[in-house]
């Protein structure tokens, strides 16, 4: 029944996300207002006020000092996120979240938000036919369905004069995630063609790297449920330890190599038809605009085939356990240059074998990024190959072993000097509703979700049987079938040779006398039993074997 009701949905239904930028506060009077305060459709009420679902409130910002590796202050719409576009927006209450409080927290479900309910993300690989299938099917769908509900930025606040010419565009449920990714992630625009500031990302090479990526991946969770209505649908992960080469790069999961063009997808996949955008950074900064989220092509990958002077290699087993045994969230100047830093060594500027920052080679996160030689090797871009979000779970997996290994305090995640977007007080760029850092130095259980690797060993043997048990079940119908099938032709051939017997037994002609005796082979004398026979040969015929 799933694919109907996908057609259904690409047909008829367009759902929301919690991402940048609400289309009713992409308005000119919403950006003179600075205000993004849409009502809820349940009361009509602004942010749901009226049912006690939130209230529109004034954004409080943190006046902690960043790091030293950002020198401005004031130039790049991202800094104090969101009061360049608006200081005031929906603060929620209780359980519930989103940019009008119409939907729930992570973990909550129901109409009031009061059922709480625990999410498994599963290991790819124990997935069955059909949910792979499920998977690639609903990906393609987000691919191919225009978001309802928001717009992306096209121009800064400034292009936009202050808000008076707003400049957004339309994009599919997926791309939308594209552009996110991009957008916290591109070069600072100083003004002007090549007057840029490469060295700042408001998610990466920073503390904020792995809470951010973990709300990331929880919103796009959400969104495919609502797109889909499939409210048990996680996010699979890709184990990477150890593989030889890019394991889920296969027709019936990410996409196989075409045997034309070995820097494209296979035309059995259909993420072959797939197109990229936000991927051309270098292109972007010499003429100092955003991406327009315009086509720039087909998606790209060909794995294996990179730098080697860049990444040896995947990760290993002995890699991942050394990174986790590092203690220290984050050291020194929390950025690529940090030791001992599990974040860092995570992140793949320090050295897994050591703990040092600012590694020659790209390890761990970085390592599989680079390893995949096409979209998903540019930071801005690479959120256009699916295989991100398999790679994502998996590194989000490492961060919560590392979470419940080291149980860490509040307090290590830090409050100040982390570098531009990064200190716990701050708002993740370019999230509404809004989300601060530390909220999400916490364990996934807490959010709502679990990972089978993480599970007791009995129940990580019986998850690793579920594809094999599934397909069991599909087949046990005909299997059944079968077995009644040959019960019955058997008892028919039984009867038929019973009646056989019966019928031969009263035979009168000579003959059936013969067939009283034992019977051997081979037979070389005439087929006659006895001179009886023979002497009434006149009326039968005679045969020889």
Known sequence: MWPLRLTCLLLFCVSRTYQQFPRSCASRDALLSKQCCPPWDGDGSAC??????????????????????????????????P???????????GNFMGFNCGECKFGYFGINCNERRESLRRNIFHMSRSERSRLVSYLNLAKQTMSRDYVVATGTYMEMGNGSNPMFTNVSVYDLFVWIHYYVSRSA?????????????FAHWAPAFLPWHRVYLLHWEHEIRKLTGDTSFTIPYWDWRD????????????????????????????????????SQAADYNSRGVLCDARDEGQLRRNPGNHNRN????????????????????????????????????????GDPRTGLGNSARMNMHAALHVFMNGSMSSVQGSANDPIFLLHHAYVDSLYEQWLRRHTPLPSQY???????GHNSEYHMV????????????????????????????????????????????NVWPWLLMTSFCGGILTVAIVAAVLTAKRRYRGLSWPLARCWKKPFSLPERQPLICSNEIAENSHRNYQTTM
């Open 48 to 81: 749901g006020a009226s049912s006690g679902r939130g209230f529109c409130e004034f954004v409080e910002v943190t006046d902690q000092p960043d790091g030293l590796q950002y020198p401005f202050s004031g130039l790049d719409d991202r800094e104090k996120w």
């Open 83 to 93: 009061l360049v576009f608006y200081n005031r927006t929906c603060q929620c209450a």
């Open 189 to 201: 625009l100083l003004g002007g063609p090549g007057n840029v500031w490469t060295d700042v990302d």
């Open 243 to 278: 593989a030889q080469g890019c394991d889920v790069c296969t027709d019936d999961l990410m996409g196989d190599q075409s045997p034309q063009d070995p820097n494209l997808l296979s035309p059995g996949s259909v993420f072959s038809s797939w197109r990229i955008l936000c």
């Open 310 to 349: 860049l990444v040896e290699r995947l990760p290993t087993s002995a890699e991942v356990e050394f990174t986790l045994s590092l203690a220290d969230y984050d050291t020194g100047a929390m950025d690529r240059s940090a030791n001992m830093s599990f974040r860092n060594t995570l992140e793949g500027f």
């Open 414 to 420: 830090p409050a100040s000097n982390a570098p531009v």
């Open 430 to 473: 370019p999230f509404i509703p809004l989300h601060r850092n530390r909220e999400y130095f916490i364990s996934s259980k807490d959010l709502g979700y679990e990972y089978t690797n993480l599970l007791s060993v009995s129940q990580r043997l019986s998850e690793s049987m579920h594809p094999y048990v599934e397909e069991l079940q």
